[in-house]
């Protein structure tokens, strides 16, 4: 099963929304709801930010909003902030009932 | 509050086993899928292997298959992870984390242990 592909870095200054894109194939991303979002800052453990592809956890901004389109998912930020940089990674359950990760974004808050 | 705690890592030789633990704390250990997750030194997360609540369901990923196994003990809120026959590409900070119920996001996290394996 191959990684999701990111971009490997995007940027916005802040108050601007970015969008992260996330594509994978009809085994994954394509054929599932199961896509999820998660924010890492430097040395720590992923964070939880998107599940289902649109819902938000108790506790993560509305800032943060996801989506998909065929076999590609976004995660949008809007009214970027300092504290939003950060790598960002998608994930999708596929048809072999496995989860895959993709490559990971880094967010550069300029 | 959730916490979970990975124990078990450190330096192994290419070839030799390690088991790493994972103890829960702060939820309903045994209404959750559980996973493992790991991430190479400056590289992106890879998913390693979940086991269902009951133990009845477990699969991993291809990377991995035939060398690790994943258990679970909900009596001891503990999930673990045999590896055997380690190489060099097995180094990763180890994650465990649950499973939202009924979906595939990964909710709660450890802190992640460091696992070397050296040639």
């Known amino acids: 099963q191959s990684a999701l592909t990111q971009p490997a870095s995007v940027s916005g200054s802040p108050g601007q929304s970015i969008t992260v894109s996330c594509t994978g194939t009809y085994s994954d991303v394509g054929a599932y709801n199961y896509v999820s979002w998660y924010q890492q800052e430097p040395g720590k453990a992923p964070k939880l930010m998107i599940y289902?592809?649109?819902n938000r956890p108790s506790g993560i901004s509305n800032r943060f909003s996801g989506s998909k389109s065929g076999n590609t998912a976004s995660l949008t930020i809007s009214g970027l902030q300092a504290e939003d940089e950060a790598d960002y990674y998608c994930?999708?359950?596929?048809?072999?009932?496995?989860?895959?990760f993709g490559g990971g974004t880094k967010l550069t808050v300029l | 509050q959730v916490q979970l705690v990975e124990s078990g890592g450190g330096l192994v030789k290419s070839g030799g086993s390690l088991r790493l633990s994972c103890a829960a704390s702060?939820?309903?250990?045994?209404?959750?899928?559980m996973s493992w997750i790991r991430q190479a030194p400056g590289k992106g997360l890879e998913w390693v292997s979940y086991?269902?609540?009951?133990?009845?369901?477990?699969n991993y990923a291809e990377s991995v298959k035939g060398r690790f196994t994943i258990s679970r003990d909900n009596a001891r809120n503990s999930l673990y992870l045999q590896m055997n026959s380690l190489r060099a590409e097995d180094t990763a900070v180890y994650y465990c984390a649950s499973l939202l119920w009924s979906t595939y996001g990964f909710e709660y996290w450890g802190q992640g242990i460091l696992v070397t394996v050296s040639s």
């Open positions: 994930c999708s359950y596929t048809n072999s009932s496995t989860l895959v």
């Open positions: 289902d592809v649109s």
């Open positions: 702060g939820f309903t250990f045994s209404d959750h899928y």
């Open positions: 086991i269902s609540s009951s133990s009845s369901y477990i």
